[in-house]
């Protein structure tokens, strides 16, 4: 096949090499590797909390004990089978001298030591040794890019002791284990055991006659013979090497093994497809060791290159390059602030963790791409870590929660990162273009009722401004708490509010105008009628339960619900109960058909917010039986999935859209839309303005093609509000970089500033709509590319100059597609941007259609000052664009005639050298 698995015995080194074929120059590349001489696995017993100080809040500790530290590699086994061609390596993980054996070792220590008995202070020394078997199992898998290898590991989760075999791992469901995660790996190595395999081509098609055999067979890579004399011989060699210098740790490991090797040696002569531990059961409280403890906590670690730099992992937003940092993959609130001060440390520590930390996020996507054109990603959905701490070492670590004894991932071979998105968005599934009228004009959140919406909006049409939908989330009333404006979560239209839905929704599909609502898997526990549908869920069970007397495996008591509390209570759906799903579809169904259908058919709701996702309990007992641990990050995708199967149903796919904050692996199959959440109403790039466009470009990365954030912001506090500045600046922003133009009052709409409370608001929002509605031919474009390659509309510049160190480091300038750059405003009282144009291509004024004056060449780029008063961002347009970039830039040009043309003052001219110094630029030139 296009992979090879390579195992360099001497250097204990496990390589991954990719063939492209149809390539005339450089066609293999080695995609991952171990580092030499260190085990590339280790498991752990240990424990792992998670604390909840405020639902969707999340906090994680952990302590690791009984890591294992020596690990062997011993079989080869294919597995040749009709969908693709797989391999598996299997040996011994070990743990040395276990503390629960101390005093017993020391005690036979001075036996030994006294009678020089030397092999049985080996012997005594293995017997303390704790120990589990585990298979790595490589898969190539058939796909249009052929570039994507899976890996399954697994490994028997009980411990036994070096003479047994572990105990039978229990399942998910009965396991004592109720908390998860880890930080796990210290320097540990590999010990090449006797029978270490030089695997070249190791996966590769089986021949007929050999497949006949079986399903599974083991290649060897010497003859049974053979092995056996090398065996023999190796065996001789380190009885004389032991007597000469006493037990290291090494040769105690390979003398033990070798001792159980040569005592089976004449069964395994006889037996095909051996799996490498054959030895008597032993009970672990023989050992000293309580029989519930369990290997349920793994690292893997590989190499990496010296300044290799590390992007994705979702939507991050505080971190364009992970080097150098530890990612948790949580799905979770990302709290208010995430690093400002002293607004975080304040939430922190009088509010319960609302602050949030830099690395918290709504979406749970483990999957990265490097400047060394390497890729990997996760496909277990269960809580982990990527530890990049030692990368400029060369090494990374992957740790990773798992009860039930396996881990699941997949490497990615490519040239460049496009390549990289486009193969990991073939398992995530591509998000497909949206529909024709979200592209026609502004999406206005707003809130108050049918008179005070149609007042507005009238405002708003007035000025001119191109309107597509409204959306209005408080459709089912409004409850306010010192919070926020929220809404009450009861899945019925407020008739208080909204007296004549139906006629309102048919009235603005008359002017051309859409209708949004909101949804979340939320229902509010009150005394009102408002609980209604809360009381009905909890009598039939579809809440998530709190855990019983009999623990996570017992019985689950109908009624006893979940209660969470935000200054209101609520309970949260689970999703892994069939029959409250199918009754949860049934909400969203009556909510789409709520204000009936069209003439044509099509209902008048046109689309949702689907919000939340992140708040699934680490403690709550499902209805699959299954770990919370391996479903948390899951929910986001399930709930995501389940509003697509209701846009289907009711007839809207393609028609319609929903928009996530939420995310796991496989949501941009089901996710219309994603937008950022809740940033804070400011300038700063930890969770303002800056952050949202950083979450867009590292969604981008992670299969999330098309997404917009709330224009303004959403997160207010008595001490911050959103000003009129930074509103305009956000929908210049916006226009170009969101896959939809959607405006939103804020948790504070009445401190806020909004789109209508002022004349230049108004103009500004006009404007801006129209620049989105311009570009609208360029983005279907770009919407049809995502839909077949997965590339995003929003784009980090290392997309397309991968080797330029300079682009890739940039994170609040982007491109949209590949030929609009734009470098938007992000800060106070700026009226200047410093723009980097890459190297390689020529750019003009998307405004005049002006060259930029300075020559660009093929290997550095040049940075720019660019004169940007309110209402003329910096645009540039690539020379040798697309039809519809030109086209729609040839349209932006007539725009800014319309306005009265740029003003007569504004430049482009070279960075001068004092900026370059005070801002660093010149180690990058």
């Keep these: ?59 994680v500790s952990s302590r690791a004990a009984l890591r294992t530290t020596v690990q062997t590699l011993e079989h080869l086994v294919r597995h040749p089978n009709a969908g693709g061609r797989s391999i598996t390596l299997s040996g011994t993980l070990v743990k040395e001298h276990a503390l629960p054996r101390a005093a017993w070792l020391q005690l036979r220590n001075l036996r030994a030591s006294y009678q020089e008995l030397s092999a049985l202070l080996s012997e005594h020394k293995a017997n303390i040794m704790l120990r589990t078997t585990y298979n790595f199992t490589f898969t190539e898998e058939a796909s249009p890019t052929n570039s994507r290898l899976s890996f399954h590991i697994q490994w028997e989760k009980g411990i036994s002791n070096g003479l047994g075999r572990p105990d039978a791992a229990q399942s998910p469901s009965s396991s004592p284990y109720t908390s998860s995660s880890s930080p796990l790996m210290g320097e540990t190595e590999i010990t090449s055991s006797k029978r270490d395999l030089e695997i070249k081509d190791a996966i590769s098609s089986s021949s007929t006659s050999r497949a006949d055999q079986g399903d599974v067979e083991e290649e060897r890579t010497q003859g049974k013979n053979s092995a056996l004399e090398l065996e023999l011989e190796y065996e001789e060699e380190r009885r004389r090497s032991l007597r000469r210098n006493g037990s290291g740790r090494g040769s105690l490991v390979d003398r033990n093994e070798d001792r159980e090797k040569d005592k089976r040696a004449e069964d395994e002569e006889e037996e095909e497809g051996v799996d490498g531990m054959t030895a008597q059961f032993v009970d672990p409280q023989h050992l000293g060791v309580d029989s519930s403890r369990q290997f349920d906590l793994v690292s893997l670690t590989y190499s990496s290159d010296p300044g290799e730099r590390f992007y994705g992992l979702g939507a991050q937003c505080s971190s364009l390059d992970h080097s150098g940092k530890r990612v948790p993959i949580l799905s979770q609130e990302q709290g208010i602030g995430r690093g400002v001060q002293p607004i975080t440390w304040a939430l922190n520590r009088f509010l319960r963790g609302v602050g949030g930390r830099w690395f918290s996020a709504y979406t749970a996507i483990p999957h990265y791409l490097t400047s060394q054109a390497r890729s990997l990603f996760i496909t277990s959905y269960t809580y982990l870590d990527f530890d990049f701490t030692h990368s400029t070492q060369g090494r990374v670590t992957v740790e990773a929660v798992a009860p039930g004894g396996v881990l699941d991932g997949q490497i990615i071979a490519a040239r460049t990162p496009l390549e990289m998105v486009e193969s990991y968005s073939e398992y995530a599934g591509r998000m497909k273009p949206l529909p024709v009228w979200s592209q026609q004009g502004v999406i ?67 002017q051309g105008i859409h209708l949004l609502t909101y949804v ?81 058919g099509t209902p008048l709701v046109s689309g949702w917010m689907a919000d939340f996702g992140e708040y699934l309990p680490f403690d709550a007992p499902l209805a699959s039986g299954e770990a919370p641990v391996e479903a948390h990050n899951r929910y986001p995708e399930d709930w995501a999935a389940l509003n697509r199967r209701v846009l289907k149903e009711v007839g809207l796919e393609g028609l319609g859209l929903f928009f996530s904050r939420s995310a796991a692996q496989r949501s941009p199959a089901h996710s219309p839309l994603i937008w950022m959440g809740d940033q804070m109403v400011s300038w700063d790039n930890h969770d303002g303005i800056k952050s949202a466009l950083l979450g867009q470009l590292q969604a981008g990365l992670s299969g999330l093609a098309l997404s917009h954030s709330d224009i303004g912001g959403y997160t207010a506090l008595p001490t911050r509000v959103r000003s009129e500045q930074l509103l305009l600046r956000w929908m210049e922003m916006s226009a170009f970089s969101d896959a939809i133009f959607r405006t939103h009052q804020g948790n504070r709409p009445f401190h806020n500033i909004q789109v209508w409370d002022s004349p230049a608001s108004l103009s500004h929002l006009a404007r801006f709509a129209a620049v989105h509605v311009a570009l609208g031919p360029y983005r279907r474009s770009l919407m049809v590319e995502a839909s077949t390659s997965g590339a995003p509309l929003a784009r980090a510049l290392l997309l397309h100059y991968p080797q330029d160190r300079t682009a890739c480091s940039l994170a609040h300038q982007f491109l949209l597609g590949r030929d609009l750059l734009v470098v938007p405003v992000l800060d106070l009282n700026v009226t200047k941007v410093h723009a980097y144009l890459p190297p390689g291509d020529m750019w003009r004024d998307v405004w005049t259609g002006e060259r930029c004056p300075h020559h660009i060449s093929a290997f550095s780029g040049l940075w720019v000052t660019v004169d940007a008063p ?10 040798g664009a697309t039809r519809e970039a030109t086209d729609c830039a040839k349209t932006l040009k007539q725009l800014s005639t319309k306005w ?4 007569a003052d504004r430049q482009i001219v070279l960075m001068d050298a004092a900026h370059k110094l005070i801002l660093g630029y010149f180690d990058h030139l």
């Excluded at 309110?870 to 020379?879: I, K």
Aim: hydrophobic share 40%.
């Design 870 to 879: 309110l209402g003329w961002p910096a645009v540039f347009l690539r020379e």
């Design 520 to 600: 979340n898997p939320f229902l509010m526990k009150h005394e009102s009628e408002k609980g209604d549908l809360y009381r009905e869920a909890e009598q039939k069970g579809y809440l998530i339960q709190r855990p019983t007397r009999a623990g996570l495996g017992g019985e689950l008591r109908v009624g006893e619900a979940y209660v969470m509390s935000q200054e209101v209570k609520f309970g949260l759906l689970d999703l892994s109960n069939p029959e409250g799903v199918t009754w949860l579809e049934g909400l969203i169904r009556d909510m789409a058909l709520s204000a009936g259908r069209d003439k044509d």
């Design 900 to 903: 009265g043309g740029v003003p």
């Design 1 to 59: 096949g296009r992979f090879t698995v390579l195992w360099d015995r001497s250097a204990a080194q496990l390589s991954v090499v990719h063939k492209k074929y149809w390539c005339l120059t450089d066609c293999t590349t080695t995609v991952w590797d171990t580092v030499p001489g260190l085990a590339f696995l280790s498991v752990a017993d240990g424990s792992v909390r998670f604390a909840s100080p405020l639902p969707g809040h999340y906090r």
């Design 444 to 510: 206005l959140g707003m809130t108050g009722g049918q008179h005070k919406v149609t007042q507005r909006l009238e405002m708003i049409l007035k000025a001119g401004t191109p309107v597509a939908a409204v959306w209005l989330q408080d459709w089912t009333g409004i409850c306010n708490t010192s919070i926020a404006e929220r809404i009450w979560w009861n899945w019925k239209v407020d008739r208080s509010l909204y007296p004549d839905w139906e006629g309102f929704a048919r009235t603005l599909r008359s």
